[in-house]
């Protein structure tokens, strides 16, 4: 599958996978992609998970037939990326490995191999012949070692993970070949899982990398982006700077009913006055992956969950450390809980709000037992309490 002329598609599709590393579903499969650039002397970007190299070597041979690997770039390390490098070297014995410091310390940890290595620092470059290689350090996006390869001749930016997404790849490689429309929210979900806690290294990225002038895309994971690719980056721009969309997310766990008879108080009122986007998650039921994509998208966030076993509903107590460890910034909260002898939950999601810095715009609300006639007056003056600071913000 060609990218340009002389730029080929060699990745593969993991179709049977149900969690993406251990945790996250992936209904729609995922990419490892690889590229060859084919010129006088070859350069394969990346590898693909070792689980499918026989499928890898074979589209390897079909570009290069019996030419060498020169050149392995390595520009991201995690095994889905890296795994088949020792693999490569079976085939291709003379091939250099192209990586920074960090990388090639990776290498030697992982697959104890440090013979025929370039190393490479900020800015280097590397002379294919046609093609004019220039290697960009863009650290913790999301690994410390992590960089981008540019293609100065095609004007492509080979990006690791950056600007990547999950769904395995139907048939196109391109996405003016492709429709694009499921990629866009696993790209969001992919953000806010993965990528979620460094923002501001995202943004340092963005900023470095843009003065590149790179008109294609080429990422390890998702379509390569070019017709699209103005969305891509605004996509990712807007996620790092942790900006919001309007609405509300509604998250809570509940065991009998009572905690989410509260939920839906306060779903009902928000409604009324008027705000549209209100997301409801019910901890037991909802995967947290896009819990927290919802919680990337919108302004609002209101937790709500019972105590348990003298502590707070597991699936919250999860839910809150995946936000503590995003660094999820500007959102506006409030919290409501349930307990029926001794209350635990409202103070850990109090304690939680005070952690994260989120800005609380009504006193949590906390129920014994059962709704009552007060309980549903605090829970919708929470609610208004809500609508009216999102409006005020300019965002319902």
């Known amino acids: ?189 992919y953000y806010s899982c993965i990528v979620g806690k460094y923002g501001p290294q995202v943004q340092r990225a963005l900023c470095k990398l843009s003065p590149l002038g790179f008109e294609t895309v080429c990422p390890t994971h998702g379509p390569v982006w070019k017709d699209e690719l103005a969305k891509v980056v605004s996509i990712y721009d807007r996620l790092s700077k942790y900006e919001s969309c309007e609405g509300v997310v509604i998250a809570y766990g509940t065991m009998y009913g009572h905690t989410e008879d509260m939920a839906e108080v306060i779903a009902e009122t928000l409604a009324s006055e008027g705000i549209k986007n209100i997301v409801m998650h019910n901890l037991s039921k909802s995967d947290q992956s896009y819990v927290l994509t919802d919680i990337f998208r919108y302004r609002g966030l209101i937790l709500g969950a019972p105590t348990y076993n003298g502590g707070i509903y597991p699936q919250m107590e999860a839910l809150m450390s995946k936000l503590e460890m995003r660094c999820l910034k500007n959102r506006l909260f409030a919290a409501f809980g349930s307990f029926t002898w001794a209350g635990q939950a409202v103070k850990h999601l109090d304690a939680f709000a005070a952690k994260t810095g989120y800005e609380v715009v009504a006193p949590s609300v906390e129920m014994k037992q059962a709704m009552s006639a007060a309980t549903r007056e605090q829970c919708i003056a929470l609610a208004k309490a809500m609508a009216e600071r999102l409006k005020n913000t300019g965002l319902k």
């Open 1 to 189: 599958m060609k990218i340009t002329d002389t730029i080929h598609y060699v990745g593969v599709n993991d179709r049977n996978k149900y969690l993406f590393e251990g945790l996250w579903p992936i209904p729609y499969g995922v990419s490892y992609n690889s590229y060859i650039i084919d010129d006088e002397r070859t350069a394969l970007i990346d590898t693909v998970d070792s689980s499918f190299f026989d499928r890898f070597i074979v589209k390897v041979r079909e570009v290069l037939g019996d030419r060498p690997v020169d050149y392995l770039v390595i520009n991201h390390m995690e095994p889905d990326h890296s795994g088949s490098i020792k693999l490569v070297k079976a085939f291709y014995p003379d091939v250099v490995i192209v990586g920074n410091k960090q990388t090639l310390s990776m290498v030697q940890g992982y697959y104890g191999d440090t013979d025929a290595v370039l190393e490479v620092k900020d800015g280097d470059r590397l002379d294919l012949g046609h093609h004019k290689l220039s290697f960009h350090l863009i650290p913790m996006v999301h690994w410390p070692e992590t960089m981008a390869t540019y293609d100065a001749t095609e004007r492509v930016l080979f990006s690791g993970d950056a600007f990547g997404c999950f769904g395995a790849l139907n048939g196109a490689v391109l996405d003016a070949g492709m429709n694009t429309d499921i990629y866009y929210g696993e790209m969001e979900r």
